[in-house]
Structure formats: structure tokens, C-alpha cells
């Protein structure tokens, strides 16, 4: 059975996959970028995006996103829905190839860039699973309107739960901001917004011990971490946003990847596969960022083009 061949194929389509595919397609590579769900990722679950450079103001993440795939489209790359398997290296006439195992056939290509980016991490608490949907969310963006006037908690302490907090402000009559530490690790500007914003109060050195309810959240159960003290906290919604897991179970048994899974890269792009390139939340690296996944991205599509033309 012959199966469909491609110079490169494209995991993943958030803002790394979808730069990536930019540069493919300006390269002439036969491309084609393969998503589970909508292209995205994870900057679709913020409302805005305020330090992306060239939009003073911020920009709504589905129009930036809208604009990533026109570029894409215009040079002529396709995004196809489908969910990736598993990949496995082939020989075919003392060539080295690829076959990309997927959940709609399987594809063979020359070059694989993994951009299969994070999901929201959980708190692994007593109640956050059985309220999941009942009060617990994970998307500011989602769901925010449905606690219009109700209170609400907020659990992080990094940029993406300070850019929730604020936006979620913008609906809940009060809004609870858990966080384990007393400093945050957000950018200060965000900081600066939260707390001039009078809806928004600081539980800091504090984590949530349960969620409980009936058949909808009602409380939650906060410890200090220094004392050892309990309180509720009454409210109809919690919103949890304190990290991200990569999305690289399908990898352990090709690449090299670290004890949180993250995939290893050495400058940047290169994995510890001759031929498959990374870029963006699934690897390991400082900063987790729009603008460092898309630079990412150009690095992984410029490296995998050098790799093509050296074959």
C-alpha cells in the first residue's frame, strides 16, 4: 500500500506549528500540518494577548490566530484534522523516512517538526474532578460569562492566571486569587492591574485542600502554608491555572524527554532523532510564550530545511 509522502510534516498547530508552516511553505516544502482539535493551542483560551509585538493594546488571540493560518493558507500549506499517534522511524531504498501514524491513515514524510504544545495542569484535590464543568474550569474565556455577578477563585501565580483573573473580573462580583507563595510570578504590569482592580482580593501562602458542593461548587477549602490553617471560601465557580503538562505521550519511545516530559532539545530545535525537530510548549526550555514559540517555530522550519537539503 503506497501511503501519502511529504517532505516535512507539521504536528501541531498553535502559534509554533503554524510559523513553522509559514516558513515551509515559503521554502516550497510539500507540508502539512496535522491538528487534534482547531489550530490555536493554548493562547485561544485567553481572551487577549497584550505582549505580542506590532498591536499596542493587546489583540483578541482568535484574530491573531486567524491571521497565523491566512499567511499559512497563502503559501499554500493545508492544516488537516487529526490526531497523531505515534511516529516511526522507516527505511525505504537505504532511505531514512518517517511514518506518521494517525487516527485518519498514516502518512510517510522525510521531516517531522513536533509543535504538540501543553494542556492546563490540574490540582489534583478532592473535588476538582466530579465538579469539572460544575463549577470548576480551566478556560477564563469559556466560561467566564456563565459566573456573570457570582463569586469566584482563582488558583496560580503566573501570567496566564494574572491575564484570567483580570479578564474573569470583568464578569464575577468578586473574584478570590489563590496563590501558595506571597509574591507572584507574573509580569509586574499584569500585577499592577490586578491589584488597582477593586474585585479582585490576594489569598497568598495558601492552597485549596478540596472543592465541595452539591451538585454545583459552593465552597472551597483554603490552607495557610504556614500556619496550617483552614477557611472556606464561599463562591460558584473555580478557576485553576497553575502550569502546563506537554502533550508528548505519543514521543517516549523515540525521543528523549524529561521527568515532566518535556522533549530535550539541543539549540534549541534539535531532538535526539535525526530528522524530527521541536519547537514551542513541548519542549523543554526558559520562557513559555507566543512570541518565543513563533521564533522557535521559524528555527525548527530553517533546521528541518537544512536537513532536506542535505538527504
Do not use: W
Amino acid at each position: 500500500m503506497n501511503l501519502k509522502s511529504y517532505d516535512l510534516v507539521i504536528i501541531g498547530a498553535g502559534p509554533a506549528g503554524l510559523t513553522a508552516a509559514l516558513y515551509a511553505g515559503r521554502f516550497r516544502l510539500n507540508t502539512v500540518v496535522l491538528e487534534k482539535m482547531n489550530p490555536g493551542g493554548q493562547i485561544v483560551l485567553s481572551e487577549t494577548i497584550e505582549n505580542y509585538p506590532g498591536f499596542p493594546g493587546g489583540i483578541n488571540t482568535f484574530d491573531l490566530i486567524d491571521k497565523f493560518k491566512k499567511q499559512v493558507e497563502d503559501v499554500g500549506v493545508n492544516i488537516k484534522e487529526r490526531e497523531v499517534l505515534a511516529i516511526k522511524p522507516v527505511q525505504e531504498n537505504s532511505k531514512k523516512l518517517y511514518e506518521i501514524i494517525t487516527t485518519e491513515g498514516n502518512i510517510k514524510t522525510k521531516a517531522v517538526i513536533v509543535a504538540t504544545g501543553a494542556s492546563y495542569k490540574k490540582l489534583g484535590v478532592e473535588g476538582e474532578d466530579k465538579f469539572t464543568g460544575r463549577g470548576v474550569s480551566y478556560c477564563g474565556t469559556c466560561d467566564g460569562p456563565l459566573f456573570k455577578n457570582k463569586d469566584i477563585v482563582v488558583v496560580g501565580g503566573g501570567d496566564r492566571a494574572m491575564e484570567e483573573v483580570i479578564y474573569l473580573s470583568k464578569y464575577a462580583n468578586k473574584v478570590f486569587m489563590v496563590h501558595r507563595r506571597d509574591a507572584f510570578r507574573a509580569s509586574k504590569i499584569l500585577e499592577e492591574k490586578a491589584k488597582n482592580n477593586p474585585k479582585i482580593n490576594f489569598v497568598l501562602n495558601s492552597v485549596i485542600e478540596n472543592i465541595s458542593g452539591d451538585n454545583k461548587v459552593d465552597h472551597v477549602v483554603i490552607k495557610d502554608v504556614k500556619t496550617g490553617e483552614l477557611k472556606n471560601i464561599s463562591c460558584q465557580g473555580v478557576f485553576i491555572f497553575v502550569g502546563i503538562e506537554p502533550n508528548t505521550g505519543y514521543l517516549k519511545n523515540l525521543l528523549e524527554i524529561n521527568e515532566k516530559g518535556f522533549i530535550i532539545t539541543r539549540s534549541g530545535v534539535l531532538t535526539s532523532e535525526e530528522g524530527v525537530f521541536a519547537c514551542g510548549d513541548c519542549c523543554d526550555k526558559i520562557l513559555y510564550q507566543v512570541v518565543t514559540a513563533c521564533g522557535e517555530g521559524a528555527s525548527a522550519c530553517d533546521a528541518a530545511h537544512k536537513y532536506l537539503l542535505n538527504l
